[in-house]
């Protein structure tokens, strides 16, 4: 009876134990915003890097966090939570507990105060691909509370290959025509999206209070695959945008800090 403790009391679930430790649980808090380079989570979390790096380790272990090479640099090393398997553990972990523990869907997005829209910008190098795709699946899914922009560092032509992969999901992007970022220099904005490692290191400054988020997505149009880069990454790009409405949705509040285990 190994699942089973004291008197026939269940075993917490795995996920729990995993996700408890205080520097993987700041390690996820950290990756569910945004993908982060290892030194970047050294610094957020203040820890020695070799700890961060073990503890990325048993993440990745597990299935929670991935690893992709930076296209800007191939030195560097991108990390991604993957939200959808986080939400089905801590779905089962509430379940183990009470059948009526259910992640609920996220609330309709309310505009900040004094503000009629919430602004939402998605960059990438070409805006031909992925901040468009991004740009798309948004719109469509966020309402008329959003206002969305895409664009990008050296614009081109939209692939057709967008459009067909949009054309997939029930989207239109034949009217699609890719933008400078220059085009929204001095715009405010709530959220700013890069999804490309070589446009975060351009990525300008926008007025306001918007904390930039990193998605690190290769270019489909880059991938030898063809056709199917591009649904791999409508299909990436609809699962982040998913969890994107969540904490679109949520006030901002002031981070809190995490106790030290004794």
């Known amino acids: 009876m190994g699942d089973r403790q004291g008197h026939g009391a269940p075993a917490p679930p795995a996920f729990l134990s995993l996700a408890g430790h205080p520097v993987r649980w700041q390690l996820l808090g950290e990756l569910a915003r945004s993908d982060r380079q290892v030194h970047e989570l050294t610094d957020l979390v203040g820890r020695p890097q070799n700890l961060v790096s073990y503890h990325l380790g048993r993440l990745r ?5 991935t690893a992709r090479r930076s296209t800007a640099d191939g030195r560097d090393t991108y990390y991604s939570l993957d939200l959808a398997t986080c939400g089905r ?3 089962a972990a509430g379940g183990a507990l009470h059948p009526a523990l259910l992640l609920a869907p996220p609330a309709a997005p309310v505009p900040h105060r004094g503000r009629t829209r919430i602004w939402v910008l998605f960059l990438c190098t070409g805006n031909s691909s992925r901040s ?3 740009e798309a699946l948004l719109r469509r899914l966020g309402g008329e509370a959003l206002q969305v922009c895409s664009a990008g560092s050296h614009p081109k032509q939209v692939h057709r290959d967008a459009v067909a992969a949009m054309a997939e999901h029930g989207i239109d992007m034949t009217d699609a ?3 400078h970022l220059d085009t929204f220099i001095g715009q405010r904005f709530d959220h700013v999206i890069t999804l490309c490692d070589r446009v975060r290191e351009v990525c300008p ?3 306001g209070d918007a904390q930039p988020i990193h998605w690190s997505i290769p270019d489909p149009a880059g991938e030898p695959d063809g056709y199917p880069a ?3 990454v409508a299909a990436e790009l609809a699962g982040r945008i998913g969890f994107l409405l969540h904490q679109i949705a949520l006030p901002r509040v002031a981070p809190t800090s995490i106790m030290e285990e004794s």
């Open 61 to 65: 272990q597990a299935n929670l966090v």
């Open 89 to 91: 553990l801590l779905t």
């Open 132 to 134: 468009q795709m991004a």
């Open 177 to 179: 025509r890719a933008k």
């Open 205 to 207: 400054e926008f007025p």
């Open 230 to 232: 591009f649904r791999r």
